[in-house]
């Protein structure tokens, strides 16, 4: 087993950086498109016959230069993730996230394993900060319990990690996947809308499985191969005396502002044919606007955001941590622009469509 995870590791260390995969993804769909210009299928919707073009020409390549600015401000997870992040971020740098989850872990010993994990689960509503705040949380926890701090560790960085994507609540990541999904619909359908709430319900269920598999794994597995703590130990961050209520505060503001926000979604974010397609829209740009309101009560009671001048500066901080995000974005929109134009997504669509057919599979 040893083996086996050193050489696991070394294979992932090998892994190119994601704009490096978007490169290389890039490279590819110019020189396939060139290799297979003019291959033609008729298309599932509209029955009219679609060909591959090649962007190795004199108009491709025109067009790669002239609509890159294009292609990068109407990238849909940019303005989604970045318009999110504002209030997330904001919730983020005034300590909400991180006393929220070592309130949530404040637990009897015998459901400290099964409440750590369900933390590590719906850490990703904070993005980053479930990495830096629970795993070595879980670690100081168990190890004040007198359990083995490596098992605590596990424990969190599992349900972080391995969860990342399951919540009880809309993280600043469906956005970014709405946008990315909405992206490839739209190659078979233009007017295809994805929203945010889309992937809920399922995110929803999976977290009770996430929480109880990933407890049973830590105490049936994890837990009796290591030894216990030696000695207890107090978390690296005790909660400040002003932690309790500014926590308090901050959930009383939310609770007032969704309440508040019930009459908007009826009166105002309705279509007129009854819909609540407007509401819809406005999901990104809503759980902002709450977390941040959160994040705001919460600093101003618990004194690490003082005034508006502190709010924008945590605002600032955070969308400063997205440039690697912006540069992926970038390349990221070139590429699937350059894959939408040469008709590969739906060429190959229909190409793997009709060999699954020739295969007579039961």
Known sequence: MKRLL????????????????????????????????????????TGESV???????IPGLRRIFTEAIKNFASFPPLGTVLVAMLGIGLADRAGLFAAALRRLVGVPPRLLTLALVFAGVNASIASDAGFVVL????????????????????AAFAG???????????????????????????LVDPKAEVVATDNWYFMVASVLPLTVVGAWITERW?????????????QDAPPSEHEGPALRAAGFALLVAVVALLPVVRWVLSGE???????????????????GLAGL???????TV?????????????MGTMGGYLVLSFVAAQVVAWFSWSNLGLVLAVRGAELLKQADLP
Not at 297 to 303: L, P
Not at 307 to 318: H, I, K, M, P, Q
């Open 160 to 186: 972080v990690s391995a969860a990342f994507s399951a919540n009880l609540l809309i993280t600043g990541l469906d956005p970014l996947l709405a946008g990315l999904t909405q992206l490839a619909a739209r």
């Open 135 to 154: 795993v070595p949380l879980g670690a100081a926890l168990f190890a004040a319990a007198g359990r083995a701090p490596l098992a605590g560790l596990a």
């Open 306 to 318: 003082r005034d508006l001048r502190g709010a924008v500066a945590a605002c600032s901080a955070a």
């Open 297 to 303: 009560v919460y600093g101003a009671r618990a004194g």
């Open 6 to 45: 050193a050489a696991l590791e070394s294979l992932g260390n090998r892994v190119p950086d994601p704009v490096a995969l978007f490169l290389i993804m890039g490279l590819g769909i110019l020189l396939v498109s060139r290799l297979f210009d003019g291959t033609a299928v008729l298309h599932p919707g």
């Open 222 to 234: 994890v837990e009796p191969r290591l030894p216990p703590a030696t000695a207890t130990a107090e």
């Open 51 to 57: 060909a591959v073009q090649s962007l190795l020409t």
């Open 273 to 291: 044919d009854g819909s609540y397609k407007p509401f819809f829209d406005s999901i990104v740009p809503l759980v902002s606007l709450l977390f």
